[in-house]
């Protein structure tokens, strides 16, 4: 009896080991095929349609999109379906594209370094002299550098680093990388997987990936990538960023352009629930100001009123105040507690509107308008968290520092008034002004047009703003 059960046994185990081995192999068969078709299908476009531009890559392009080279660059691209496996797979593709007919005046490449030898690279690109060359280094997600064991990640890290030191030493190609931007590459809402990336980070990359941005890898900067991305891929996995997990929480933001003027993963409220699961809703205003005016109604107070009366009707609908006010009227969830994030002044600052006035709720002025939205708020939900912000240092007009306004106030005033409004109203601040360590020097790194925030520095507003939120 116990030898029949102990061959029935060993007979259902190789009944199972076949079946999977089976499984497995109709898999990576389904797999090369469809690899195979994709390839067939690419061959059979490049033959058959005009173009100017091709788009071939070692990584997930499929968010790319045509049309936008279309409209940004004026290109007709041709865009691989397949992910290209290899440097020799990479050749077969521009043979195919140069016997096409087609006049092929530039070329984007997808370059996975650890696949690829600079040197072999370097000998493609040398065949076909007439061409522009334009090359996007991988960028890997956070996730992807923390799930290598020490030794792939090793071995990763200098294939980078030996790709960047010969990037200098090839001629006729550009080169852009993103893989060391933390407000890339730690923003989860970035990436679809390890290497694939959403349709507006795509776009976001596109856009930045010409000579006249700054991701460009030189041979004054090259050295410093590789130094850079071996700190921050370090720091990834030895010592990550923790961020709350704020899933039960509401985020409503009300400021200017800093806020309302992005809307995407990489804004200040993207950054947010990306990182940390909030619920965002962004009723921020280009050109906003928190003072109000009577030819500046959409404003701080007026944008606050319209939200507790629970009708933007008074702003365009393709503004972001009706946007936010409308999407939080049809999708906030009533069983979480709500934060309001308020971050204005530089407009303030720029119209000359003054800070206070003898009246504490005068809401022509700065001071003022803020303290009408917080007793708004509070009447409205007494429980709420609020936070204020400083804004933050700008390049204009003197460095801010060029009297502005009746009471000849300077940028930094508006900052102060914000930190003694805080303590007043028992409200949290965020200091956006003294504490980001911008300055005259170095605001370069930090803003993208001596005004508003880059890309990574809306990342380290937002991830301080998740530390803050309670």
Known sequence: MKNSLNRRKKRIMLFVFFTVTALICLFIILKIYMANELKRQDYKRIASTQYDTVFLSMYPIDTYQEEDYSHFRAMTLFKAAYCIPSLSTLTDYMRQIADSGNLVTTAYLGIRPELTDPIKLEELL????????????????????????????????????????????????NFYFFGTQEWLIANPANYLDHMSVTEDTATILMTNSDIAHSFLVTAENAAAYAETLETLTDTLRTAPRTYPDLSDRCIVFFGDSVIGNYTDNTSIPGVVAALTGAEIYNCGYGGGTASQSPDNLISLPGITDAFFRKDPSAFPEDSQPYIGISSYLKSASSDKQICFVINYGLND??????????????????????????????????????????PNFSAAFENGTEPHGTDGSVLEDYANAILSLSQELQTDVLDNYHDLGITAENHNQYLADRIHPNYACRFLIGSNLCHMIH
Do not use: H, M
């Open 126 to 173: 040398a065949a076909y002299p007439g061409i522009t060359w334009e090359i996007v280094l991988s960028y890997p997600s956070a996730d992807y550098w923390q799930s290598l064991s020490q030794k792939d990640y090793e071995q990763t890290l200098t294939s980078f680093q030996n790709f960047l030191a010969a990037v200098p030493d090839i001629p006729e190609a």
């Open 349 to 390: 600052y720029f119209s000359e509107y003054p800070i206070a006035s003898e009246d504490p709720y005068d809401i022509a002025t700065y001071s003022g308008a803020v303290r009408t939205a917080v007793s708004l708020i509070r009447e409205n939900v007494p429980d709420a968290q609020i936070i204020l912000c400083t």
